[in-house]
Structures are given as C-alpha cells and as structure tokens.
C-alpha cells in the first residue's frame, strides 16, 4: 500500500523550531521529487518548499527562505522538513506529497501523485 505520513508537528513558541518527517511506504522516493505544502483555516493550501529527484536541488516559497530547510535521506526513504525562527503566520497543517516526473511548476497540486494526511503545526505564545 502506498503511504505518505507526516510527523513531528505540534505547539511551538515564536521563535521556535520544529523538524516535521515524512516517510514513504510501498514505494521509493528516490525516484519522485517532494513537496511541502500548508494550509491555514480559510485559505488555500500553498507550496512551502520542494525538493528534486535528480540532482537534490531544493526549492523555497519567499515566506519561508532562510528559515526552512528541506533535506531527504533515501535509506531511510523519508524527507525532512526543518522549521527555524517559527512565526504565527506558519501555523497551518502541513503536507508532504510526491510528484513522479515534476515539473517546472513545483507547487502545482495536481502534478503530485501521492499525499500524506498532514500534521498540524500551531506557533503561538
């Protein structure tokens, strides 16, 4: 069975960090580009950053840059998202996806295969 799951999300402080992973099952995310995504009550569910399949080259929305970290490790068929400097405005679900052949709209939802069911992630004081 294929499966994304997303965890290490919960409350935070401002200023926090939070690492959320995302372990595939039932296939190999070598092959596939990753995506983290959010969505926040009321709005729509936005690309945050990307990681590729090929050469490794990692992708950020302007919001998150110099603060996240996207990171992948192919023995442990899992991709990581490190969360630094935490602001209330990241407060959201986040999900990770896996696109087969992405292409150069990175954050285009329906290029990607597979979803996980999210984990929330709360910055507040």
């Known amino acids: 069975q294929v499966q994304l799951v997303e965890s290490g999300g919960g409350l935070v402080q401002p200023g926090g960090s939070l690492r959320l992973s995302c372990a595939a099952s039932?296939?190999?995310?070598?092959?596939?580009?990753i995506g983290w995504f959010r969505q926040a009550p009321g709005k729509e569910r936005e690309g945050v950053s990307c990681?590729?399949?090929?050469?490794?080259?990692?992708y950020y929305a302007d919001s998150v840059k110099g603060r996240f970290t996207i990171s992948r490790d192919n023995a442990k068929n899992t991709v990581y998202l490190q969360m630094n400097s935490l602001k209330p405005e990241d407060t959201a679900v986040y999900y990770c996806a896996a696109s087969y052949g992405l292409g150069p709209k990175r954050y285009d939802l329906a290029s990607y295969d597979y979803w996980g069911q999210g984990t929330q992630v709360t910055v507040s004081s």
């Open positions: 039932g296939f190999t995310l070598d092959y596939y580009a």
């Open positions: 990681i590729s399949s090929s050469d490794g080259s990692t």
